[in-house]
């Protein structure tokens, strides 16, 4: 059976709205399932993910598949996460072009790549390598990024089209993780839309970042921010309305006000056009 | 007193009608369980790492003062507050 | 390899504050933040996500001792013990133990027995039990066989000594339960044990007299059917009458257990 198609905007899945999901199934285009939360097999949570997957078309994100590390990748990560995606038939699974893991050390936190050519070439391998494993092809999100290494020389769009095309993988844009590092890193988030390739995007993410003065906080703890609706409608118009999802992680709302974020990018989709 | 023999005899038998009653009672239990004290839905946490930045609690790293930090939540209630050994 | 280097030294950076300096030589200063500053970033949000974690890990904990000194000892705790496993739901076991090394805790070891159980519950959510067994089989057995029987509790379950009540202080933090103990009526010298296990999704926690408890500590450390006759003698039947209607006792095997030296006769 092929997993139902992904369109539209949906939710990112938290267990607060778990039990409201199958009791009342509201319509909900999609669900993101943050594959990390449910690695354990048998589990509740695991449990649950597979319920849910009856009934809503669901995707695996992720955030521990550590694609830019330099250390092998985690066997047991790996067997897990497929077993996962077995039993909830994702359309699609997607991480994060990023490192997790270093030293025997895990952060838990998204930490940048430099971006330079020996980079891509390494990232490149080890996305084939995830793909291989996983037996299909990976979407590819960008971060949000606090720092910048002294030995980048590219830019982060020109880094990620590279990974995208020579690793043949689809990518997951995430608006405001690129309004975020724009801010930052003080370039203009229109020219990194443009320098994308468009037939690599698959998927958008929405969230809210907070505004510490000196830096944005991708913190996905509040609604999105009206600069990032603007930069989505650039990027709807030059990718085409294609399915996007609203992340919610800290302070998370109640689902009518999840969905009603939802329901503002599917807006968005109508209005892109007028 | 029973000998060894006739407490496993005497055992099966108890679990053998314990079986057949929870079959049985399957459902009046599963209500009867939900008054049980201990059966709060708290646990099953979903905090996890999920591809989000955390603004941190501004730690004060490396504070000669950490160690000697004292508890100040609802354990007073019942310590009257704590001192801390020299 | 350069990258490895760079890995290493920033990752170093987030557990270690000493190593921020060494790590900010690979970062460009930029703005108003100067590379110290922006791997300060990171190190700050990687210990809040930790922080987070252990915090709704732990949330008897959390208001037993109060927002600042559980957040001061997580993050010493954070930087002593970094997560070695990309599973976050492996991370914080140790944290009890951490606990009670703490100065200040020393004339409060209870709340390390509450942390204790707080982990055993998250293991418990966290743990597949075993397929139950069929008890109506047991009739078919011969006597021998019968005698050399082993029972198992759920896989999920958690067996809690404790010299304190833990039990009754975890229900008196429980905002939704109610007919709670009062926190500050509660005997702080009484000992409690204390069962955990998962029945789908479904979590019970309940204390134990002390012959059940002694009775699923000797059927939880591979006890054979003689054994528990032994030892528990005429209560025996009684004993596992409650176990098996509490749903305490999930399984029994027929085969010796290897793992166990074999008696000689």
């Given at each position: 059976?092929?997993?139902?198609?992904?369109?539209?905007?949906?939710i990112g899945l938290r267990f607060q709205h778990i039990d409201q999901i199958l009791a009342d199934?509201?319509?909900i285009?999609?669900l993101e399932i943050l594959s990390d939360n449910y690695l354990t097999?048998?589990s509740v949570q695991q449990d649950y993910a597979i319920e849910v997957a009856?009934?809503y078309?669901v995707?695996l994100h992720?955030v521990?598949?550590?694609?830019?590390?330099?250390?092998?990748?985690?066997?047991?990560?790996?067997?897990?996460?497929?077993?996962l995606?077995?039993?909830v038939?994702?359309?699609?699974?997607?991480?994060?072009?990023?490192?997790?893991?270093?030293?025997?050390?895990?952060?838990?936190?998204?930490?940048?790549?430099?971006?330079?050519?020996?980079?891509?070439?390494?990232?490149?391998?080890?996305?084939?390598?995830?793909?291989?494993?996983?037996?299909?092809?990976?979407?590819?999100?960008?971060?949000?990024?606090?720092?910048?290494?002294?030995?980048?020389?590219?830019?982060?769009?020109?880094?990620?089209?590279?990974?995208?095309?020579?690793?043949?993988?689809?990518?997951?844009?995430?608006?405001?993780?690129?309004?975020?590092?724009?801010?930052?890193?003080?370039?203009?988030?229109?020219?990194?839309?443009?320098?994308?390739?468009?037939?690599?995007?698959?998927?958008?993410?929405?969230?809210?970042?907070?505004?510490?003065?000196?830096?944005?906080?991708?913190?996905h703890?509040?609604?999105?921010?009206?600069?990032?609706?603007?930069?989505?409608?650039?990027?709807?118009?030059?990718?085409?309305?294609?399915?996007?999802?609203i992340e919610w992680d800290n302070n998370i709302p109640s689902l009518?006000e999840l969905?009603?974020?939802?329901?503002?990018?599917?807006?968005?989709?109508?209005?892109?056009?007028? | 007193?029973?000998?060894?023999?006739?407490?496993?005899?005497?055992?099966?038998?108890?679990?053998?009608?314990?079986?057949?009653?929870?079959?049985?009672?399957?459902?009046?239990?599963?209500?009867?369980?939900?008054?049980?004290?201990?059966?709060v839905k708290a646990g099953m946490n979903d905090c996890g790492a999920n591809g989000h930045?955390?603004?941190?609690?501004?730690?004060?790293?490396?504070?000669?003062?950490?160690?000697?930090?004292?508890?100040?939540?609802?354990?007073?209630?019942?310590?009257?507050?704590?001192?801390?050994?020299? | 390899?350069?990258?490895?280097?760079?890995?290493?030294?920033?990752?170093?950076?987030?557990?270690?504050?000493?190593?921020?300096?060494?790590?900010?030589?690979?970062?460009?200063?930029?703005?108003?933040?100067?590379?110290?500053?922006?791997?300060?970033?990171?190190?700050?949000?990687?210990?809040?996500?930790?922080?987070d974690y252990?915090e709704s890990l732990?949330p008897?904990?959390?208001?037993?001792?109060?927002?600042?000194?559980?957040?001061?000892?997580?993050?010493?705790?954070?930087?002593?013990?970094?997560?070695?496993?990309?599973?976050l739901a492996?991370?914080?076991?140790?944290?009890?133990?951490?606990?009670?090394?703490?100065?200040?805790?020393?004339?409060?070891?209870?709340?390390?027995?509450?942390?204790?159980?707080?982990?055993?519950r998250h293991?418990?959510w966290h743990?597949?039990?075993?397929?139950?067994?069929?008890?109506?089989?047991?009739?078919?057995?011969?006597?021998?066989?019968?005698?050399?029987?082993?029972?198992?509790?759920?896989?999920?379950?958690?067996?809690?000594?404790?010299?304190?009540?833990?039990?009754?202080?975890?229900?008196?933090?429980?905002?939704e339960?109610?007919?709670?103990?009062?926190?500050?009526?509660?005997?702080?010298?009484?000992?409690?044990?204390?069962?955990?296990?998962r029945?789908q999704r479904r979590l019970?926690?309940?204390?134990?007299?002390?012959?059940?408890?002694?009775?699923?500590?000797?059927?939880?450390?591979?006890?054979?059917?003689?054994?528990?006759?032994?030892?528990?003698?005429?209560?025996?039947?009684?004993?596992?009458?409650?176990?098996?209607?509490?749903?305490?006792?999930?399984?029994?095997?027929?085969?010796?257990?290897?793992?166990?030296?074999?008696?000689?006769?």
């Amino acid at each position: 059976m092929t997993p139902n198609p992904i369109l539209g905007c949906g939710i990112g899945l938290r267990f607060q709205h778990i039990d409201q999901i199958l009791a009342d199934k509201p319509p909900i285009p999609w669900l993101e399932i943050l594959s990390d939360n449910y690695l354990t097999p048998g589990s509740v949570q695991q449990d649950y993910a597979i319920e849910v997957a009856e009934y809503y078309p669901v995707t695996l994100h992720g955030v521990g598949m550590s694609l830019g590390a330099t250390e092998p990748f985690n066997d047991e990560y790996f067997q897990r996460l497929k077993s996962l995606a077995d039993q909830v038939r994702p359309a699609w699974i997607s991480d994060h072009l990023c490192w997790t893991a270093a030293h025997g050390w895990v952060s838990h936190d998204l930490l940048p790549l430099p971006y330079t050519e020996e980079t891509i070439k390494h990232v490149v391998q080890r996305i084939r390598e995830a793909q291989d494993r996983l037996e299909r092809r990976l979407v590819i999100e960008n971060v949000s990024s606090y720092l910048q290494y002294q030995e980048s020389y590219l830019s982060e769009w020109e880094f990620l089209s590279a990974v995208a095309e020579e690793a043949d993988c689809k990518l997951l844009l995430d608006v405001n993780n690129i309004y975020v590092s724009a801010f930052n890193h003080d370039f203009d988030p229109c020219k990194y839309l443009d320098s994308i390739p468009i037939e690599r995007v698959q998927q958008f993410h929405l969230a809210g970042y907070e505004d510490k003065g000196t830096h944005l906080l991708d913190t996905h703890g509040q609604p999105v921010s009206d600069p990032v609706w603007g930069l989505y409608k650039l990027a709807l118009q030059r990718f085409g309305a294609l399915p996007t999802l609203i992340e919610w992680d800290n302070n998370i709302p109640s689902l009518e006000e999840l969905l009603a974020e939802a329901h503002k990018a599917t807006e968005a989709h109508i209005h892109a056009f007028a | 007193m029973m000998q060894n023999k006739q407490i496993i005899t005497a055992t099966l038998m108890a679990i053998g009608l314990s079986a057949a009653l929870s079959v049985a009672n399957a459902e009046d239990k599963k209500v009867e369980t939900e008054k049980c004290a201990g059966i709060v839905k708290a646990g099953m946490n979903d905090c996890g790492a999920n591809g989000h930045s955390c603004a941190g609690k501004a730690a004060k790293d490396n504070d000669p003062a950490e160690w000697i930090t004292l508890p100040k939540g609802t354990c007073e209630k019942i310590t009257g507050g704590t001192v801390v050994k020299e | 390899m350069p990258l490895l280097e760079l890995q290493h030294s920033l990752i170093a950076a987030l557990f270690q504050r000493d190593q921020l300096a060494e790590a900010a030589k690979f970062v460009k200063a930029q703005g108003s933040l100067s590379s110290e500053q922006r791997v300060g970033i990171y190190r700050n949000s990687a210990h809040g996500i930790l922080l987070d974690y252990l915090e709704s890990l732990y949330p008897v904990c959390l208001e037993l001792v109060g927002t600042e000194f559980f957040g001061r000892t997580a993050h010493s705790f954070i930087d002593q013990m970094p997560p070695t496993r990309p599973f976050l739901a492996d991370y914080g076991a140790d944290f009890a133990a951490y606990l009670s090394a703490h100065p200040a805790l020393q004339e409060m070891l209870w709340i390390v027995e509450v942390a204790k159980l707080e982990w055993a519950r998250h293991a418990a959510w966290h743990t597949v039990n075993q397929v139950a067994s069929d008890f109506t089989q047991l009739e078919t057995l011969s006597a021998e066989q019968q005698a050399e029987l082993r029972f198992q509790l759920p896989a999920s379950a958690q067996l809690l000594s404790a010299h304190s009540p833990i039990h009754s202080i975890w229900l008196a933090h429980q905002d939704e339960y109610p007919d709670k103990p009062q926190f500050d009526e509660i005997d702080l010298e009484e000992a409690q044990q204390v069962l955990i296990f998962r029945e789908q999704r479904r979590l019970h926690q309940t204390t134990l007299s002390p012959d059940d408890w002694a009775f699923l500590n000797a059927v939880q450390n591979q006890a054979t059917m003689a054994d528990l006759a032994e030892q528990f003698a005429d209560q025996l039947p009684w004993l596992f009458s409650v176990a098996m209607q509490e749903n305490w006792i999930y399984s029994f095997t027929t085969t010796p257990d290897e793992t166990k030296p074999t008696r000689n006769s």
